[in-house]
């Protein structure tokens, strides 16, 4: 493999629209043309924001040449990324690390707050592949819904809308883990998809991890080169890197990682509980 190809193509990319997705969520949206450029849900880029930082973010939307990524500010690189504006200029590298598989036949999807952004283009591409999909959308509150107006209009008899909100402001009022247990008591799934935040996934995983159900997950660590050179996002005990074998992990994978749901590592490798 050439040196390009291994980190990632670097390429300059103009911002062609910004969309305010919630409050404070926005996505950025530039064209790719080069044809090489392909893309399985779960896969993500590394965005260098000049005179920044350069970070890892999903691919949220998917219609070649228009490429999008959906960022939720909470600290300088994400704020800097969200306040860019229609032909600032950003640096793309990949797309990286493994995606979703689609071989599921009734999929439970479960997104929290801006870990829905992998799960829209999942969404999209399962309903191509004919499976019946239940779309849970979870937040704290109404106002932090990620793709909720959009999802609300898609019009196919395979897909379910639901959301949950902590505080009850809109659909199901609880925590995501504990509507997940009720979902699975009322229908059948063959699989369940998410992303957000780890204690949030590592609550899916204790419910199905004893039953038939396949269990996919997007986890996110610190990372700094995105393309396996830097050994940031090494996993306990195994070593696995999420920039190569992740972001998308199986059940029977996370079993192995004794790390997940327990803690992740800072800038530096300084273990930080959850
Ligand atoms: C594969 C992958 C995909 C991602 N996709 C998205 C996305 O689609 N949208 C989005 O908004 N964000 C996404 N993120 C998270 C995003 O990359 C981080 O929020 C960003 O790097 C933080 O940079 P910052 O300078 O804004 O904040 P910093 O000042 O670096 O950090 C602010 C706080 O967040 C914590 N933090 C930073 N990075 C991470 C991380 N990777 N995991 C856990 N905690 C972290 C820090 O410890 C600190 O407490 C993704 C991360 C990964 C690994
Ligand atoms: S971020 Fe460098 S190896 Fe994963």
């Known amino acids: 493999m050439n040196m390009d190809n291994l980190v990632g193509n670097p390429q300059s990319v103009k911002v062609s629209e910004v969309v305010h997705e919630t409050l404070s969520a926005r996505t950025?949206?530039?064209?790719?043309?080069?044809?090489?450029?392909?893309?399985?849900?779960?896969q993500f880029l590394m965005i260098w924001i000049p005179e920044i930082d350069e970070i890892p973010m999903s691919i949220s939307l998917w219609e070649p040449p228009k490429v999008g990524v959906t960022v939720l500010p909470i600290g300088e690189a994400t704020e800097?990324?969200?306040?860019?504006?229609?032909?600032?200029?950003?640096?793309?590298?990949?797309?990286?690390?493994s995606s979703f598989t689609l071989d599921s036949k009734s999929a439970l999807v479960v997104g929290g707050g801006v870990g829905m952004a992998p799960l829209r283009p999942l969404v999209y591409s399962l309903l191509s592949n004919d499976v019946n999909v239940t779309l849970l959308?979870?937040?704290?509150?109404?106002?932090d819904l990620m793709f909720f107006a959009e999802f609300s209009q898609v019009k196919n008899s395979r897909f379910t809308l639901k959301t949950s909100t902590d505080d009850g402001s809109e659909g199901i009022k609880g925590l995501a883990t504990d509507v997940v247990k009720e979902l699975l008591k009322e229908s059948k799934y063959d699989t369940l998809?998410?992303?957000?935040?780890?204690?949030?996934?590592?609550?899916?995983?204790?419910?199905?991890?004893?039953?038939?159900?396949?269990?996919q997950a997007s986890l996110e660590?610190?990372?700094?080169?995105?393309?396996?050179?830097?050994?940031?996002?090494?996993?306990?005990?195994?070593?696995?890197?999420?920039?190569?074998?992740?972001?998308?992990?199986?059940?029977?994978?996370?079993?192995?990682?004794?790390?997940?749901?327990?803690?992740?590592?800072?800038?530096?490798?300084?273990k930080k509980k959850f």
């Not at 950025?28 to 779960?42: A, E, V």
């Not at 959308?137 to 106002?143: L, P, V």
């Not at 992990?249 to 490798?269: C, M, N, P, Q, W």
């Open 28 to 42: 950025i949206i530039f064209n790719i043309k080069r044809p090489s450029f392909t893309f399985m849900p779960g």
């Open 80 to 97: 800097a990324l969200s306040s860019l504006h229609q032909n600032d200029w950003v640096g793309i590298r990949g797309p990286f690390g």
């Open 137 to 143: 959308i979870a937040a704290k509150t109404r106002d």
């Open 193 to 215: 998809y998410t992303c957000g935040p780890e204690l949030m996934i590592y609550g899916f995983y204790n419910t199905v991890k004893e039953s038939k159900i396949s269990f």
């Open 221 to 270: 660590r610190y990372m700094k080169c995105g393309c396996g050179l830097c050994g940031t996002c090494a996993l306990d005990p195994t070593g696995s890197l999420v920039c190569v074998e992740g972001p998308i992990y199986t059940g029977k994978h996370l079993t192995k990682i004794s790390e997940f749901g327990k803690y992740h590592r800072d800038a530096v490798g300084v």
